[in-house]
């Protein structure tokens, strides 16, 4: 069974940079055939995709974010991380990490929220 | 302003069917399976139809997907209370190489 888990600072100040990382038990993410991806629903709202990752460290973003994002691997913990930099109140959200990244995402972590506030 | 355009909300009562659409455009739904997935308040969404249209081991035969053209719609039989949820749709859009959703739709057990 795959799982996901998220981790970070729950509060992050305005213009700093948020990281966030995911670990991944039940599959390897260096050789499963699978995008590993970053999403994100502000209070209230829907859901964003932020972007995606293969086990080879090729990356792909969704080009209507506001602020600049990069995603890498750490092959040896198994894990992804997300950078999400000059950060505003509207990066405020829940972010979830998941598995796919093509719009379907059969595994997703529990999620974890992050506020940015002063 | 979601890429794909969703009903904010639908109701039913328990028993019934409901459909949920999902709107998009050639660049998307038109060229792309859809996957649709149902969010519990404080929970991660959950998939329900997957990229071949599929359901996931563990999901109810009253879940169905389907497409057409340019958009989607998402099937419930017999309504149950614990139904209620948000539901989204979720592509790839090849003109914004990107994941794309649906804002979301509310569905309500009357």
Known sequence: QVQLQESGPGLVKPSQTLSLTCTVSGASISSSPYYWSWIRQPAGKGLEWIGRIYGSGSTNYNPSLQSPVSLSVDASNNQFSLKLTSLTAADTAVYYCARGGRGHFHYWGQGTLVTVSS | ?110
């Open chain 2, 1 to 110: 302003q979601s890429v794909l355009t969703q009903p904010p909300s639908v109701s039913a009562a328990p028993g019934q069917k409901v459909s949920i659409s999902c709107s998009g455009t050639s660049s998307n739904i038109g060229s792309n399976y859809v996957s649709w997935y149902q969010q519990i308040p404080g929970t991660a969404p959950k998939l329900l139809i997957d990229d071949k249209n599929k359901r996931p081991s563990g999901i109810p035969d009253r879940f169905s997907g389907s497409k057409s053209g340019t958009s989607a719609t998402l099937d419930i039989t017999g309504l149950q209370t614990g139904d209620e949820a948000h539901y989204y749709c979720g592509t790839w859009d090849n003109g914004l190489a990107a994941v794309v959703f649906g804002g979301g739709t509310h569905l309500t057990v009357l």
